[in-house]
Structures are given as structure tokens and as C-alpha cells.
């Protein structure tokens, strides 16, 4: 898997991530991963969703991974949940 068979989910509409997957799809991946941390992970799942119902029906979710990750902030260390979602044909 390339390293631009990624999407990482933000602060942006859900819509502006479900076409940069299907744009993916479109270009020739077999697998696309959304991968998003902290408040951003339900967008992520919503991503993965809307993606799979409404744009690729012949794509399933292959995997979930679920993982903290340790940010160093001006507070100190911080823990924020991530997720990744591997989307594919």
C-alpha cells in the first residue's frame, strides 16, 4: 500500500474526506486508510460509512485499529486515542 492510499480526517466537512477516498478508488487503490485522532474519530467512522453506502458499494471494511498516541503539549504529556479504518474492494 502506497503512501498516498491515505486520508487523514480532520476539522473539515465529512464530505470534503469521502471524496478524497472515492477519489482514491477512482485512481486505482485496492485499499484506502482513514485515519484520524482524538474528537476527530467519530468524523473518521462517518467517513468510512457514507464511503461504503453511498459511493463504492462493492468496497468493505477490511480492518479497524484502534491506538493512544502520547503528545508532548505545553501541559505535558497528553494521551489521545487514534483510529485507523482500512477500506478496500
Do not use: C, H
Not at 492510499?5 to 466537512?13: A, I, L, T
Not at 503539549?73 to 478496500?88: F, L, M, P, Q, Y
Request: aromatic content about 4%; hydrophobic content about 45%.
Amino acid at each position: 500500500m502506497a503512501q498516498e492510499d491515505v486520508v487523514f480526517v480532520g476539522n473539515k466537512p465529512v464530505m470534503n474526506y469521502v471524496l478524497a477516498v472515492v477519489t482514491q478508488f477512482n485512481s486505482g487503490a485496492e485499499d484506502v486508510r482513514i485515519m484520524a485522532r482524538g474528537r476527530a474519530i467519530s468524523r473518521a467512522v462517518d467517513v468510512a460509512e457514507v464511503s461504503r453506502s453511498r459511493f463504492l458499494p462493492n468496497v468493505s471494511v477490511k480492518g479497524i485499529s484502534i491506538s493512544t498516541e502520547v503528545l508532548n503539549t505545553d501541559r505535558g504529556d497528553t494521551n489521545v486515542s487514534a483510529i485507523e479504518i482500512t477500506i478496500g474492494k
